[in-house]
């Protein structure tokens, strides 16, 4: 702020001396120093202020960026479920063009697991003498080969 050297302080505490007095020099010092203390302190004062409005800006302007953000992704997430809609309306209405393709005595396309997979194999029942002896037990449909244990009786 001010450009005073050791010098200048030097020469205005001689003046002041010579000026003042000294007697009333002590009272003159706390005086100008009560001044200096309230001038700081209304300084830091308005510094604070100024540090406190510009991070509620900082804040703010963050909070309208999430905003912002949000509005973009919500509008990305709108567009997408739309274009989802539209294909499977797509998809819907080729398969019912399909359906009606079908003529009424032609037999249906046939659904379910593949002849021989696991799933298809645990939907048949095999024959007992073709079972294998090794196979987990209710696997085939059939009843596990060992009953459960019976529960004991309760005396009464």
Same mark, same amino acid.
């Given at each position: 702020?001010? %450009?005073?050297?050791?010098?200048?302080?030097?020469?205005?505490?001689?003046?002041? /001396?010579?000026?003042?007095?000294?007697?009333?020099?002590?009272?003159?010092?706390?005086?100008?120093?009560?001044?200096?203390?309230? &001038?700081?302190?209304?300084? %830091?004062?308005?510094?604070?202020?100024?540090?406190?409005?510009?991070?509620?800006?900082?804040?703010?302007?963050?909070?309208?960026?999430?905003?912002?953000?949000?509005?973009?992704?919500?509008?990305? /997430?709108?567009?997408?479920?739309?274009?989802?809609?539209?294909?499977?309306?797509?998809?819907?209405?080729?398969?019912?063009?399909?359906?009606?393709?079908?003529?009424?005595?032609?037999?249906?396309?046939?659904?379910?697991?593949?002849?021989?997979?696991?799933?298809?194999?645990?939907?048949?029942?095999?024959?007992?003498?073709?079972?294998?002896?090794? &196979?987990?037990?209710?696997?085939?449909?059939?009843?596990?080969?060992?009953?459960?244990?019976? &529960?004991?009786?309760?005396?009464?």
């Amino acid at each position: 702020m001010f %450009d005073i050297g050791f010098s200048e302080l030097l020469v205005i505490a001689v003046v002041a /001396l010579v000026v003042l007095g000294p007697e009333r020099l002590p009272k003159a010092a706390r005086f100008a120093g009560l001044w200096v203390r309230r &001038a700081r302190n209304q300084w %830091d004062s308005v510094k604070q202020e100024l540090e406190r409005e510009l991070h509620a800006d900082e804040i703010k302007r963050q909070f309208r960026e999430a905003q912002e953000s949000v509005r973009d992704t919500e509008a990305q /997430l709108r567009a997408s479920g739309e274009a989802v809609r539209r294909e499977a309306e797509q998809v819907r209405q080729q398969v019912h063009a399909t359906d009606a393709a079908v003529a009424p005595g032609e037999e249906p396309v046939m659904t379910g697991p593949a002849p021989g997979s696991p799933a298809s194999v645990a939907q048949h029942v095999v024959a007992e003498e073709t079972r294998d002896a090794m &196979a987990p037990p209710g696997i085939d449909g059939q009843a596990p080969r060992d009953p459960p244990p019976a &529960a004991p009786e309760v005396p009464r």
